[in-house]
């Protein structure tokens, strides 16, 4: 049977290919058909992942994926570059085997830049600062950075992040460059550098203003000069015929308002 930690990670690893988008609900009794297990286990990993800060509940509408707000976003890059970079200051060497296991990470994301499945590309991407930090030796980091990885992985699909993936996996190359070079210093101040550009390319303020597309979609429509309604022509009366037939209709005279209003209909 599927266990409630099987499950959670299952959810973590699909935030971070961003195949599941910000707002998204998780039922429970699909998960727990999906996983084959029972609702309780499925409860028990959500809760699990709220504590962690990936989803959210409400009484109401159940259980949905985090959607976080600007002060939340700026919050989740911050605590990413105090413990990135604090863990590569404390650094004195990195050996061998740590450097061979990122190389190879490196290469799983230049084959995922080649391909075509996309949530594989954004997952590598995101779990190259986990690998960085289990590779250092830290494993509590490790679980840390796996979840603010995840938050700011939502918050690039949230507000529309610009940033080039192929710009992050050259960043990605050039840490591990100078790591392997034994300049610290140097991979401390790009890492600073890569995780400032990924924060600036998020479009923060397209909705500073919570009601600009339902402004923008009820703003006044303005007409062209050519749907205007154009000034009546003054007529000059008729003579009335002394024929007891009726008159024709006047192809110019204005349409009934009935007839209008049941054409609209």
């Not at 986990?130 to 830290?138: I, P, Q, S």
């Amino acid at each position: 049977m599927t266990t409630a930690t099987e499950i959670s990670n299952r959810i973590i690893e699909a935030v971070m290919a961003q195949k599941l988008a910000p707002g998204s609900r998780l039922g429970e009794q699909q998960l727990a058909m999906l996983f084959d297990c029972s609702r309780t286990i499925v409860r028990e990993a959500l809760t699990r992942l709220a504590t962690r800060g990936i989803v959210t509940v409400s009484a109401r509408r159940g259980w949905y994926v985090i959607e976080p707000s600007q002060d939340e976003a700026r919050e989740a890059f911050e605590a990413r570059r105090v413990i990135e970079l604090g863990l590569l200051h404390q650094l004195k060497v990195v050996d061998k085997a740590a450097l061979r296991q990122l190389k190879s990470h490196l290469q799983r994301e230049k084959a995922a830049l080649a391909g075509t499945d996309v949530g594989m590309r954004s997952f590598l991407l995101g779990d190259f600062h986990v690998c960085l930090a289990e590779c250092l030796g830290n494993s509590l980091l490790a679980d840390t950075l796996r979840d603010f990885t995840a938050r700011t992985t939502l918050i690039a699909m949230l507000y529309q992040s610009s940033h080039d993936a192929a710009q992050s996996c050259a960043d990605h190359v050039r840490i591990v460059e100078a790591l392997e070079a034994g300049d610290i210093a140097r991979a401390e101040a790009l890492m600073s550098e890569h995780i400032g550009t990924v924060q600036s390319a998020l479009r923060l303020q397209a909705s500073s203003d919570p009601l600009a597309g339902l402004r923008d979609a009820l703003a006044p429509v303005s007409k062209s000069p050519a749907q205007a309604t154009p000034p009546a022509r003054a007529r000059k009366p008729r003579a009335t015929p002394k024929s007891s037939t009726p008159p024709a209709s006047d192809p110019d005279a204005p349409a009934d308002a009935s007839t209008y209003l049941g054409a609209l209909l």
